[in-house]
């Protein structure tokens, strides 16, 4: 049921205080609140939750949502993260959705990189034996002349792609639709693809098109010794058909994002040969505070200038 919204809802919630200092004031008009989404007994409630048009919520504090009935007269919620899939059937109608789009770019792109080369470059084995006191030198792959298939060419896929190349690596681009003035295949073209590639990278947003869509024919098309590394959503790849062909060694993985997640102590993945997993932490760089702190002020003035605010995700 649409909401009658009172568009003179014009404060806005953050999750930071103190912005206007390090980025100027606030528009005259705006009444601005904080909410961290974890501290106890500091969310807004009554006549300051019922003027709130805009809401920043805070990243990373799944249970967040929790705080949306308290918001009678929320006009548009900007979420920080760039995959809102999940939060759009949460969301009253009548409510704008905006996304975090290029926010977390750098830092992805970075973790995606150091994945490759960790993997490439077998430093898992030298830190165990570090640790374990061994000195056992052996050659290993590299990433220059590898073949990257980057899997969901986006801007994060780009900035992979800038640094790929800065290493010498081969790229190819791949996504939902063929864009052939960029170079760009589509999805139905990873079967003629996927033989020739070396190291692929999933950068996938989950929806119902994409879930599974790398499982057990996509894998098995891939040469022995291929690193598979995913840093989009975890459920974009079949995790049994990827433990079938790490447990014997044929493939590789280094895996930022998992299906379950978080990742069970006892998971096979753990100890599958040739799996590298970090815990969801790709996008959690220090690039990001300040990209999302620009974001935020600019989404805020738009806001009080009654001007459209940037990255509204389609909620149809």
């Known amino acids: 049921m649409t909401r009658a919204l009172?568009?003179?809802?014009?404060?806005?919630?953050?999750?930071?205080?103190?912005?206007?200092?390090?980025h100027g004031p606030w528009p005259p008009g705006v009444e601005v609140h904080t909410w961290d989404g974890v501290?106890?007994?500091?969310?807004?409630?009554?006549?300051?939750?019922?003027?709130?048009g805009l809401w920043v919520m805070p990243y990373a504090v799944p249970d967040?949502?929790?705080?949306?009935?308290?918001?009678?007269?929320?006009?548009?919620?900007?979420?920080l993260s760039a995959g809102v899939e999940k939060l759009v059937p949460l969301l009253p109608a009548?409510?704008?959705?905006?996304?975090?789009?290029?926010?977390?770019?750098?830092?992805?792109?970075?973790?995606?990189?150091?994945?490759?080369?960790?993997?490439?470059?077998?430093?898992?084995?030298?830190?165990?034996?570090?640790?374990?006191?061994?000195?056992?030198?052996?050659?290993?792959?590299?990433?220059?002349?590898?073949?990257?298939?980057i899997v969901g060419y986006g801007s994060i896929g780009a900035a992979l792609e800038r640094r790929l190349l800065a290493c010498e690596a081969r790229v190819v681009r791949v996504a939902r639709r063929a864009r052939?003035?960029?170079?760009?295949?589509?999805?139905?073209?990873?079967?003629?693809l996927l033989p020739e590639t070396d190291i692929v990278v999933l950068v996938?947003?989950?929806?119902?098109?994409?879930?599974?869509?790398?499982?057990?024919?996509?894998?098995a098309a891939l040469p022995d010794g291929a690193l598979v590394v995913n840093v989009g959503r975890g459920r974009t790849l079949d995790t049994g058909a990827l433990l079938a062909e790490t447990r014997?060694?044929?493939?590789?993985a280094a895996l930022d994002v998992t299906d379950p997640e978080p990742l069970p102590a006892g998971h096979p993945l753990r100890h599958a040969p040739g799996v590298l997993v970090t815990p969801h932490v790709a996008g959690g760089s220090a690039a990001f505070r300040p990209r999302a702190e620009r974001l935020v002020v600019d989404q805020v003035r738009r806001f009080a200038a009654g001007e459209p605010l940037l990255h509204r995700f389609p909620r149809d």
Not at 64 to 79: C, I, W, Y
Not at 107 to 135: K, M, N, Y
């Open 6 to 22: 009172h568009h003179s809802a014009t404060g806005v919630l953050l999750p930071w205080s103190g912005l206007d200092r390090e």
């Open 39 to 52: 501290t106890p007994g500091t969310e807004p409630d009554g006549e300051a939750a019922a003027g709130i």
């Open 64 to 79: 967040a949502v929790r705080l949306l009935p308290r918001l009678p007269n929320l006009r548009a919620v900007q979420s």
């Open 94 to 149: 009548g409510v704008d959705l905006h996304n975090g789009r290029g926010l977390h770019d750098a830092s992805t792109a970075e973790h995606a990189l150091g994945l490759i080369l960790a993997a490439q470059r077998d430093l898992p084995q030298w830190v165990a034996d570090q640790a374990a006191g061994r000195w056992e030198p052996h050659f290993t792959r590299s990433l220059a002349d590898a073949r990257v298939t």
């Open 180 to 192: 052939p003035d960029e170079g760009v295949h589509a999805v139905a073209d990873l079967p003629g």
């Open 204 to 219: 996938l947003p989950e929806n119902p098109d994409t879930v599974g869509l790398f499982g057990a024919k996509e894998l």
């Open 248 to 252: 014997e060694g044929r493939l590789r």
